[in-house]
């Protein structure tokens, strides 16, 4: 055994700031301007970040907080920066997202919102709506601001009025294809629904010709209000942002599922993100009890070929070994399906990249699964990197990854077995052209 | 000019003798999606190439995780900096102080790595929560007998160039603490260039060439006993000049060394460098290489760079990096290649700067400072630009209007400067004005 000693520095993180997490969100609603209320660098290495992933524009404010605003409160910058984003930009909502700035000097954001709204007394109908997230860096990781932020949203737009036929659906930190898929689906089995949030076209537009100031696309406001009328909530996860506990408010964080279940009384279907046949199954029983329809032909012989492909190629990958890391609710969804084929894994939850490199050492992985970050370990360890989650910086075609459902997961198992195979003949003396 | 925000008017200018003076060095205006970063992104990114230092960032872990591997610099040996360390401050520490987290992970780092220096920077709550970082860093001096260097970079402490300030400010704290035993009389430091895609290399053997001898590259492939022994060298050659400029006129103040402003992108510019060092040693022999190997380069050069001139001649380009100095340079080099700049702009330049462009350009060029995406799709569309010049932020810019991009980042991974770099920034244009895929955007 390799002695893997614990620092108390973070070594090459994994995770990322709350921030990032509260935009993809906001870059899932129609005609939303995120605005990250803190220093300039904050919003510009978000966008750098976002950027290089998705190849798409991302802009997004910020309140570009000084000296002067950092000790005397940053509400004329706030004012200033919602002023300006409205002149360039004519949003219908403007997310704002805190920092780990203006949460320690205690910005009192509601109470900006209340005092920008106060002073257009009478012409309320012509400003954006406002949605603000609590999404300080020190507390969690991208994934707690993402799942704060949804939260937040649906606290702040769903009102029930009365119950109606459709679902609401809320799928968590998936790729752009993945969103497009369970729309189709959903349509397949005749359900409707309201998928939020919706960046399936925000971020992996069609060329436009023209730089759209918000990108088309997005779940409309007006939907996200009537999420309250729902009869169904499907929401993919088991971690949330339970991970981390807030001083402020210990014990009382939800998931949106959850409170739009104990607030509205809405019946949340919470379940696993659907990797694999029997994540799969689990999220298609779910769609017929809601639907009182039978899996539709198509999907049903997507699950068919997938059980085919598995028969096909087992041999090689049992008892291979996954080194995997990502968000949680990512990282475990992935697990249960590699263990649905044979395959060992290895996750350490809340472990840097500088920590799992030791741990490779031990745990001797066949293979990665995770984002471009950790490439620099699979190079030195020689072995394969198969790059899913976010970010991925150093390929294109990542929003374009399919991951869920019976169709996504035979796309990841294709890549999983393609890369060990691949790898097998580059390390073979013979130049074999046939398995 | 409805697209410009009022505040921002005047940040905006066109070529031409009778046009106003541009205003720059201004805070970002709120809400304005600027492209530039913040304070700590500029001690970083300037502090980032040297190689055998410890970079420790003190704050929660966005600060440290958006730069960790940022830039393309290349090291010629260790590869320290190419690790990301955090405090990674928790809603705890924020309540009850981060010093003893910050204590101990430079210790356990030092012990680990062995590193000649370490910088702690410290991020927008560090100053809030009143961590004493000066006091850790003397107390671990002493212990560990290496610098230990407080970086003050909050990022709300002004903008992009401020944090270039900073960083000069702790280089020129190792400046001064060390004397090789010799350095050559004939010696420059390099400032400015930060080895990406081995950039500095390349001038290295031009140097070598002429013989001059390099006695400190700062920071790229940087030594912190070089930067150490800096204050030996009989003359600092600055490129960047927004970043290093700071730096130079320190050592200037304390240890009287010169410094020159040169740029090593594009053939004129580059070779100006090479004849304004030779001439500041006022040695003919030096002299005699340079304009030797100037000429050999030229020989190489000019029937290949002619051939792209044929096919590029009548485009049109945009160019936003982050420092008007280098933009000048790129206006310089493309014009060699048939392709004239329709707008010119920078996230950090000055007045001087600008004026320059304004004088260099042709009439009609629009001319920016702190810009954003907003202006520059407009502005691009408006001058019917072919080809985008600029870093990762504006790349999508470029491509939803169907415009050529060339990226002249700090993560590209072809060096640009040059001789060999104009080739491929030529090869690079040309790529990307010509490609086939173009007929499916019109």
Known sequence: ?435 | MGHILDDRQKQVSVAGANERTIDCNKASLAGSVSQRACVFCGSRVVLYPIVDALHVIHGPIGCAAYTWDIRGSLSSGPELHRLSFCTDLQERDVIFGGEKKLYNSIIELIDKHQPKAAFIYTTCIVGVIGDDVESICRQIEKIKNIPVIPVQAPGFQGSKKDGYKVACESIFKLVGTKNKPFTPAKSINILGDFNLAGELWILLEYYKRMGVHVNATITGDGRVDDICNAHNAALNVVQCSGSMNYLAQMMKDEYNIPSMRVSYFGIEDMSDALYDVARFFKDDDMMEKARQMVKEEFARLMPQLAWYKERLTGKKAAIYVGGAFKAISLVKALRLIGVESVIVGSQTGTTEDYELIKQLCNEGTIIVDDSNPVELSHFVKEKHADIFIGGVKERPIAHKIGLGFCDHNHERKEPLAGYEGMLNFAEEIYATAMSPVWKFTK
């Not at chain 1, 257009?120 to 601001?145: M, R």
């Not at chain 1, 001083?247 to 599922?257: E, H």
């Not at chain 1, 970050?373 to 072995?383: D, L, T, V, W």
């Open chain 1, 1 to 435: 055994m390799v002695d893997t000693k614990t620092y108390t520095s973070t070594r090459n993180s994994c995770k990322l700031c709350a921030p990032l997490g509260a935009s993809l969100v906001f870059k899932g609603i129609e005609g939303c301007v995120p605005l990250i209320h803190g220093s300039q660098g904050c919003a510009t290495y978000i966008r750098r970040y976002m950027i290089s992933h998705y190849k798409e524009p991302v802009d997004i404010a910020s309140s570009n907080f000084s000296e002067e605003s950092t000790v005397f409160g940053g509400s004329r910058n706030f004012i200033a920066g919602i002023d300006n984003i409205i002149k360039q930009y004519k949003p219908t909502v403007i997310g704002i997202a805190s920092t780990c700035l203006s949460e320690t000097i205690g910005e009192d954001i509601p109470g900006h919102i209340r005092s920008y709204c106060e002073a257009y007394k009478g012409l309320e109908k012509n400003l954006p709506t406002f949605i603000h997230a609590s999404t300080p860096s020190y507390c969690g990781s991208h994934a707690e601001g993402y799942y704060n932020t949804v939260l937040a949203t649906v606290k702040t737009l769903a009102e029930f009025e009365k119950t109606d036929n459709s679902i609401t659906i809320i799928p968590g930190m998936v790729t752009p294809a993945d969103i497009r898929y369970l729309k189709e689906l959903m349509d397949d089995f005749g359900l409707k629904y309201t998928l939020f949030p919706d960046y399936s076209e925000t971020l992996d537009n069609e060329y436009t010709s023209e730089y759209q100031l918000i990108p088309s696309g997005g779940t409309p406001v007006w939907k996200i209000t009537r999420i309250g009328n729902s009869k169904a909530v499907i929401e993919f996860g088991n971690v949330f942002n339970k991970g981390v506990s807030r001083t402020k408010d210990i014990g009382s964080i939800q998931s949106a599922g959850e409170w739009l279940e104990s607030e509205l009384y809405i019946k949340n279907y919470q379940m696993p993100l659907p990797i694999g046949i029997e994540a799969s199954d689990r999220m298609i029983e779910a769609f017929k009890t809601l639907s009182g329809k039978e899996i539709p032909e198509k999907h049903r012989k997507e699950r068919g070929r997938l059980v085919d492909a598995y028969v096909d190629a087992h041999k090689y990958v049992f008892g291979k070994k996954a080194m995997l890391y990502g968000e949680e609710d990512f990282v475990t969804a992935l697990a249960d399906w590699l263990h649905e084929i044979g395959v060992e894994t290895f996750y350490k939850k809340g472990a840097d990249f500088e920590t799992l490199r030791e741990e490779a050492e031990n745990f001797k992985p066949d293979f990665l699964i995770g984002n471009s970050k950790g490439y620099y370990i699979a190079r030195e360890r020689k072995i394969p990197l198969v790059r899913l989650g976010f970010p991925i910086h150093d390929r294109f075609g990542a929003s374009r990854i399919h991951q869920i459902g019976y169709r996504g997961t035979q796309e990841l198992f294709d890549l999983v077995v393609n890369a060990l195979i691949e790898f097998k003949q580059e390390n073979s003396p013979i130049g074999y052209k046939y398995l």
